[in-house]
Structures are given as C-alpha cells and as structure tokens.
C-alpha cells in the first residue's frame, strides 16, 4: 500500500487515474490534509513541521510500505519525517526535479503560490548537484492563478498557467511547480519541454 499525503481533495481523482495507467495492483490510502497548506501560507513553512510528521506517522501506522507528498510547499518537511515513520517518503516534485537537471541547465519554475516558489528551486539545485550538472534556475510567479483555482474555476487557472508557459522563451526545460498544473501539457503551447510532477512521482513510489 502506498500512501498519499494530499492538501487538497483534487488530487485523489488524478492519482487513482495515474495508479490505474502505471501501477493498476497498487494499493492507494488517501490522507488529505487541507489546512497544512493553509497553515504553511499563513504561518511559514515550519510551523507546519509537526503536524506533517505526523500525517506520515500516521501512514505508516495504517500499513503503508512508502509515503509519496503531493504537496511541493511541504514536500521537504514530508521526506524529513522518513526516518522517525520508519518507511521511505518521497516528495511527488522530486523525481521532476531530477528529468529538469537531466533536460538542459536552463530551467523555468512556474508557480501559482510563493510558497513553493523557493522550496522547487531548492529541489532542482539539489538534484542538479547531485547529478553533478551545473544549471541556472529561474523562477516566476503567475499572479492570480491559484485565487481561480481556490474559486473553483479550474478552466480559468489553467488558462493562467498556460498564458504563463506560452511566455517563456529562454529555457531548456519549464517545471510546472504545482501537481494541479499537469493538464497543461497537453495543450501544446510551447515548444519547449514541459515537466509535471504527477505522473512522474507515482511512478517513484510506486517503484519503492
């Protein structure tokens, strides 16, 4: 069973359709905690710190064998937390993270929260060391995105998000911040490379 820590319901529907695609014997267990991202929004990143370690505590007390966080805002405080749970955490943006570093050293970070604006940077600098791999981040924010998403017009943030991305012109490789941003790449608005985390996170995990 692979665990799922969410902060927002949209995302169960999304990942029980990628386990059906990649891993269709692959047992999900939901845990969706809202407010953690209303919390880190209102209150800093670390304030949330605690009560993240112990969303996956409580995972692996439900027989889960991996966590994946599909929140990029708490992803770091979700993977800190591995080694008291005692099962392996991954963070969804991780694995995105890694594919960006291997495309090209010049990459853009789209967000729609400032909250996540310096922990996906942090990410792509880390994976990029790791690899050895020298790479220059640049990151923007789409003002009012997520104040449509949160509004419950999905359409209307994706057209933010798209309007966004058909404006970059000097990257290797553009790394969409948000798991809910995944459905623009398929609408074809740039020529450049375009990483969502999803679909790439669930293949990891399901992979530990």
């Known amino acids: 069973m692979l665990a799922l ?25 939901h845990i969706v905690a809202e407010h953690l991202l209303d919390e880190a929004r209102r209150r800093g990143v670390p304030a949330v710190a605690d009560q993240v370690a112990q969303q996956v505590g409580l995972a692996a007390e439900a027989g889960a064998r991996a966590v994946l966080c599909t929140c990029s805002t708490i992803g770091a405080l979700a993977e800190q937390a591995a080694a008291r ?14 594919a ?20 996906t940077t942090a990410l792509i600098e880390e994976e990029a060391a790791r690899a050895g791999r020298p790479v220059t981040v640049s990151a923007q924010m789409i003002c009012g995105a997520w104040d449509r ?24 490789v553009v790394v969409l911040a948000q798991a809910s941003m995944a459905p ?18 669930l293949r990891a995990a399901a992979a530990l």
């Open 149 to 172: 998403l949160e509004a419950g017009d999905l359409d209307g943030y994706l057209d933010r998000v798209a309007a966004a991305l058909a404006g970059v012109t000097d990257a290797d």
């Open 5 to 29: 820590l969410h902060t927002s319901q949209a995302h169960v529907l999304t990942f029980d359709r990628l386990r059906n695609e990649e891993a269709p014997t692959l047992t999900l267990y």
């Open 85 to 98: 749970a005692g099962i392996p955490v991954l963070r969804v943006d991780r694995p995105m993270a890694a």
């Open 100 to 119: 960006a570093v291997a495309a090209g050293p010049r990459i853009t970070v789209l967000a729609a929260l400032a909250t996540t604006l310096a922990p």
């Open 184 to 201: 623009v790449t398929e609408r074809g608005v740039t020529d450049i490379a375009v990483l969502a985390s999803p679909r790439l996170g």
